[in-house]
Structure formats: C-alpha cells, structure tokens
C-alpha cells in the first residue's frame, strides 16, 4: 500500500483545481500539479505558493501526452490521483466538438492507463451536473436521478467519462474511484491570491456579473425571464469554490480507506438553489453599484432549475458546504478588484 501522501493533480493551475491544491497541502497532503497552462495561468501557481508558504511542484505537460506524463508517474510515486485537466465550456463544446471528445477522453484515458500501471488505486474524477440534463420528475437531484443525453458536447464527454470509469471497474482491476458531480462552481479564495481566471468573454454568469461591475464588459443580458420558476430566470446550485475544494480532499482520505474496488458517484453542492436575477440582486446590495443588465432571449440548452439533493456527499464522505451564494459573491466581488488593481 502506498503510504505516500503524494497527489497527482491534474489541472491543477486551473480554477478548481488551484483551490483544492491549497486545500490538501493544508491537511497534510503533497500535490504535484500536472497543467500545460492552455487553460490556467502561471500567476495561480505563484498564488498558490503565497497563500502556502512554499514552493510548489509542477510539471508543465499535456495529459493528452502519454509519453511526458508517463515520466510523472516515474518520478514521483503517487497515493491518490485528481482528474482535472478538461475542456468544460458549454458553448464552446457545440462549435468544436471534436476537440472536447478529444482532449477530455484521451486524457480520462492516459491518466486511468498510468494509474493502472503504476498501481495508482485513488481516483477521484471530476464530473458534472450536466449529466442530469434537465431533470424531469424533480429539481432537487439524487445520484439517482436518471442520466439523460447530453445537452452539449462537454455534458457528453463527463458522462462518457463516468461510463469509461464503470466499464474500468467492471474489468476487475484494483481501482477505488469517485466521480464527483459538481454544480456550479462560484468564488475565489479569500485572500484573493487565487480565483477564476476566464479566458476571452466569459460564459459563466458571475464572472459576467463581477466583469459587468468592474467595466470589463458593457452589458449584461439575463437569458430569458418566463421560465416556470420562482422569477422566470433559470435556478442554479451556486457553489463556493473553497466547499467545492474541501470535498475533494474529502473524497481522497475516503478513498484511502476503502479496501476493495469500488466507484461512488456523488452530488457536490449546497442544496439550495439560486435564481440569475436573485444572483444580480445580491450582488448589487453586497457592491452597492447598479449593473446594467437586461432581460434577452433564453440560452439554448439551458437547464431551467437543477440543485443538489446532498444526502449522500454527507453520509459518504462527511462532508457538506459550509459557505453560501452570497459567500462566494463577496469573494469573486473581491477577486475581481484585485485583478483590476493587478
Ligand atoms: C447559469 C445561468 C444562464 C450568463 C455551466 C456548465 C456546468 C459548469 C458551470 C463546469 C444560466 C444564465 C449566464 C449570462 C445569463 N461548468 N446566464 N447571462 O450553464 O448552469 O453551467 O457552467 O464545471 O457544467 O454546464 O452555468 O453560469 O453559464 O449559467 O443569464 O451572461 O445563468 O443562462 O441560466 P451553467 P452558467
């Protein structure tokens, strides 16, 4: 058994994954990052290592290189492993969706084939909500919930990805792995040394809201406002990106105790949902500045309301979010003036 507390964290310069690297280091873990910065930024390293006090390993490789990343696994030896590295803009995915299929599944597949040969047994992957679809008895989903195709090529590739991971199982090899389905993913750090770091024009409706405030961007438009919902707009299970990292350090001492081959699929949310003009509202009162927002067409391939039933991340893990929307408000609020004063 490998008593190693040696992490591979792919992607781990990216959003999540920078957050959740803090988090390990400070329970007693050592992660080695493995990101080739086509998504991430060096500056989240560097943050990383102000907020740790330390300096930090990382190899600068692409997941999809099996060749590079198979000197990793040569040069360190690894208790657990967490799957970052992929491609997760909707939008994206529908005008290249080859690339995602790509990217996300050969890398699911180099990182499972290293694990394997390597007798890397601790897995923890990331996934998503999106592999509900839109729910179609009740908002609130169970990992019950029945999966449902895809809306997006990305959706597509996480639910492909948990179905590699079961076939993976079925074939009787010594894995233990989780498959954490996030909802969505809001915040940064609070020191502001780490946060997210869009690339080009934001998708995702705070970083739109926090680049709205600070100028970036003229406009917000709220995709649709007569949905069956408590205001019209689409509702969300809103997730501050510190509980988001603490479930994975979560998942890997589970992991760590578990003796036979095993895969979990597990909800990663707050329970509550949260609406875009209530999202708009609370950042107005929390700033105190006015956006300029207005009601536009709805978004293809939106949800209308999807929140976590959390049930069974606290049973199984013991864990649950101890942050709020509001919470993760302020703390993106806060990133984003410091990026501009950067
Ligand atoms: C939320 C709501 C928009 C922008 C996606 C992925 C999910 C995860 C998070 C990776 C929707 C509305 C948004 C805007 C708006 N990705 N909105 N105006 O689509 O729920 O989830 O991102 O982990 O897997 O599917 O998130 O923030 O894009 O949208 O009205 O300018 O905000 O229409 O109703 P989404 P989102």
């Not at 809001?186 to 024009?201: D, N, Q, Y």
């Amino acid at each position: 058994m490998n008593n190693s507390k040696n992490i591979l964290v792919t992607g781990g310069a990216g959003y999540i994954g920078s957050h959740t690297v803090v988090d390990l280091i400070q329970n007693g873990f050592n992660p080695i990052i493995v990101d080739d910065f086509r998504n991430a930024q060096k500056s989240s390293v560097s943050g990383i290592e102000e907020i740790i006090g330390r300096s930090i390993e990382v190899r600068e490789i692409d997941v999809c290189d099996r060749v590079a990343l198979k000197k990793v696994f040569e040069e360190f030896s690894f208790s657990g492993i967490i799957h970052f590295a992929a491609y997760k803009a909707v939008g994206e995915s529908v005008d290249s969706p080859l690339s995602y299929y790509r990217n996300n599944i050969v890398g699911l597949i180099n990182v499972l084939e290293l694990s394997i040969e390597f007798n890397v047994s601790n897995f923890v992957f990331s996934s998503s909500c999106t592999v509900y679809g839109e729910p179609t008895d009740s908002k609130v989903v169970t990992e019950n919930t029945p999966i449902q195709p895809a809306n997006s090529p990305y959706g597509n590739t996480k639910r492909i990805g948990e179905e590699i991971i079961e076939d993976v199982i079925s074939s009787g090899v010594n894995m233990k792995i989780l498959c954490l389905r996030y909802f969505n993913p809001v915040g940064a750090h609070a020191s502001s040394l780490i946060g997210e770091l869009p690339i080009g024009k934001p998708n995702n409706l705070l970083p739109v809201v926090t680049q709205c405030a600070i100028g970036k961007i003229p406009s917000i438009t709220v995709n649709g406002n007569d949905y069956d919902t408590i205001d019209g707009t689409c509702v969300r299970d809103y997730i501050h990106v510190l509980d988001l990292a603490n479930a994975h350090v979560k998942g890997v001492e589970w992991l760590a105790q578990q003796e036979n081959p095993i895969v979990e699929n597990v909800n990663i949310g707050t329970g509550k949902g949260t609406s875009v003009l209530e999202v708009i509202e609370t950042f107005e009162e929390i700033s105190g500045l006015k956006l300029n927002w207005k009601f536009g067409e709805r978004r293809a391939g939106d949800v209308v309301e999807i929140f976590a039933d959390v049930t069974k991340s606290f049973n199984l893990l013991n864990w649950k979010s101890n942050l709020s929307a509001r919470d993760a408000i302020i703390d993106s609020w806060n990133w984003e003036l410091k990026l501009k004063n950067d």
